[in-house]
């Protein structure tokens, strides 16, 4: 059964840090990678998807990786700022309705 | 463009209690609909999915149930509710291509006293 897990499950860094999150997952045989962003008390709200063919995606100041032999994804906020303290959720498609989600890394950017 | 909603925002709900919550999506047809679970210090669990109307799979054995009346309409309730089943629930929709992206609705709160 597929597993995915975020190291760490939080994490603090002043203002203007870059930073790394992790996530592993145990079944190499995905379709896609998600990372998502939820508030508090809020839904999901989608950052970037990697397809399987893909090795990473970037919008604005986020940049994902997928290395999908090793069972690997990384997601890389530059120059962090407050706005971006949230959970950030991993979750991999291992087929149309199979979405397995991570049980994230809760962020606080300090300023 | 798509939009989904979700509705009520918040429940609170004595134990044994029915349960209704309810889901629609705007902007598609014959989209793929979902109902995800987020318990306390838990990951996001599914619970149903849909394909089509009165299409529903049951992915955990649980006290709940899913049902699709209409092509974008998703519900998800209980005869009698437990205190386990408190928690966030999630609808999301997709659909169905490559791709399989899903999207999140805003969620609902439940808590069962």
């Known amino acids: 059964k597929q597993e995915v897990t975020q190291i760490p499950a939080a994490l603090s860094v002043p203002e203007g840090e870059n930073l790394v999150l992790n996530c592993s997952f145990t079944?190499?045989?995905?379709?896609?990678l998600q990372w998502f962003r939820q508030d508090p008390g809020k839904g999901l709200t989608s950052l970037l998807l990697?397809?399987?063919?893909?090795r990473e995606q970037t919008s604005g100041r986020l940049n994902a990786s997928l290395d999908k032999s090793s069972g690997r994804s990384t997601l890389y906020i530059a120059a962090s700022q407050p706005g971006d303290s949230a959970t950030y959720l991993c979750?991999?498609?291992?087929?149309?309705?199979?979405?397995?989600f991570g049980t994230g890394t809760r962020l606080t950017v300090i300023p | 463009s798509q939009t989904i909603h979700q509705w009520p925002a918040t429940l609170v709900q004595p134990v044994g209690s029915p349960l209704s919550l309810e889901c629609t999506v705007e902007?598609?047809?014959?989209?793929?609909l979902y109902w995800y679970r987020q318990a306390a210090g838990r990951g996001l669990q599914l619970l149903f999915y849909?394909?089509?109307?009165?299409?529903i799979s049951s992915e955990v054995p649980q006290n709940l149930s899913a049902s699709r009346p209409q092509d974008r309409q998703f519900i998800l309730s209980s005869k009698k509710l437990l205190l386990s089943d408190s928690g966030f629930y999630l609808c999301?929709?997709?659909?169905?291509?490559?791709?399989?992206?899903?999207?999140f609705g805003p969620g609902t709160r439940l808590t069962v006293t």
């Open positions: 999301a929709w997709s659909d169905g291509t490559v791709n399989y992206e899903q999207y």
């Open positions: 079944d190499s045989a995905i379709y896609n």
């Open positions: 990697i397809q399987s063919s893909q």
């Open positions: 979750a991999v498609y291992i087929g149309a309705n199979n979405l397995f």
């Open positions: 902007g598609t047809s014959n989209p793929n």
């Open positions: 849909s394909v089509g109307i009165g299409q």
